[in-house]
């Protein structure tokens, strides 16, 4: 099969090769991949600034149907329409297992960087990753289910929002936009904050029923933020662009005693005011992953359309177009794109 694989370590190494195609074994299940969503972490692997294990198969972002069950599995059919957790293998034994936060695990291996993931034809999975996509999901917005979980676990597990909380979101990409419709959900008024650039993006965050979005080369944000809380600041800020300057918004942005949140892979150091959070008592967290409880809420809310996906999706090609997908990615023109297995 033909699959998308880190070659070797270093930056780039990255190629279209022919791998064989993998086995379900006992409590396994094998996927044929439907559709794999680009996502930050596979750049970041291009560039070697994420951990993994080559030569590895990328892709963690993976929708498809069951074509093969392992030994001992049940309770899944062939043929079913399905996503996968992204973790293969966490130990169930260390503390951070034993405390309910697998994602934590000191021994986990991740589909598309530890172990091969789903930028090919076929992935195998451990059976208790699957989650059955609902009816009026598709496979190309099933590969947006990981995402979510992931927005989910920051936004909700991490941080606590509620109704009527002012919410800053800086950057609209994909993650920020699932971002600002889960606080919306969750009764926050949503700010979306871009820069010139953005602006295909910002109309896509209206589009979506964001409350208000800042461009930043044209709006003054800070005028904005201090209109809506009388002054006071953002209640919760995340942080969902991964660069320096967004960072030190967020820190200005929230209120004191606020919440600042960090979703946004940066991949480097950056330097910011650490001060501040002393001066304000801000509450800084981070989400890494998710855990399996986000994937069901995913799901539900992908399913009533209370999160939207479709608009998100501006490219779907095939996965021989990688380099242009890897592309599109860096320059931030389009907002997700989602990649489909070639023969
Ligand atoms: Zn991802
Ligand atoms: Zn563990």
């Known amino acids: 099969m033909k699959a998308l694989v880190k070659t ?44 993994n294990n080559p030569p590895v198969i990328l892709g963690h972002e993976v929708s498809g149907v069951i074509v093969e069950i392992g030994k001992g599995v049940t309770g899944i059919e062939l043929g079913e329409r399905v996503t996968t957790e992204s973790y293969f293998k966490t130990c169930g034994l260390c503390y951070y297992c034993r405390n309910g936060k697998e994602n934590l695990c000191l021994n986990r291996l991740s589909i598309g960087s530890r172990v091969n993931g789903g930028m090919a034809k076929y992935v195998v999975v451990p ?35 509620s109704p009527g909380d002012i919410v800053v979101v800086c950057g609209p990409g994909p993650i920020g936009l699932l971002t600002a419709q889960v606080a919306k959900q969750a009764g926050a008024v949503a700010i979306v904050i871009g820069v010139k650039r953005d602006i295909d993006r910002l109309r896509v965050a209206k589009e979506l029923g964001v409350n208000h979005t800042v461009n930043l080369g044209e709006e003054d944000v800070i005028e904005l933020i201090n209109s809506l ?72 809310l992908m399913e009533t359309e209370k999160v939207k996906i479709k608009p998100l999706i501006s490219h779907v090609l095939p996965i021989s177009e990688w380099g242009k997908a890897f592309n599109i990615f860096k320059e931030k023109s389009g907002l997700k794109i989602v990649l489909t297995p070639v023969d």
């Open 8 to 51: 070797k370590s270093g930056v780039g190494n990255v190629e279209l090769r022919e791998m064989p195609k993998p086995k379900a074994k006992e409590g396994q299940v094998l996927i044929e991949v439907k559709a794999v969503g680009l996502c930050g972490t596979d750049i970041h692997i291009f560039y070697d600034e994420f951990a």
């Open 127 to 161: 059976a208790k990753n699957i989650h059955r996509l609902p009816n009026n999901i598709n496979y190309v917005e099933g590969a947006m289910t990981e995402p979510l979980a992931c927005v989910i676990h920051s936004t909700l597990d991490m941080t606590k929002i």
């Open 229 to 300: 809380s009388g002054g006071r600041g953002a209640d919760v800020v995340f942080e969902c662009a991964g660069v320096e300057a967004s960072v030190e918004m967020c820190l200005r942005l929230v209120r004191r005693a606020g919440q600042y949140t960090q979703i946004g892979l940066v991949g480097q150091k950056v330097s910011f005011d650490i001060d501040q959070v002393i001066h304000k008592e801000v509450t800084v967290r981070g989400g890494n992953a998710s855990v399996p409880g986000a994937w069901v809420r995913a799901l539900k």
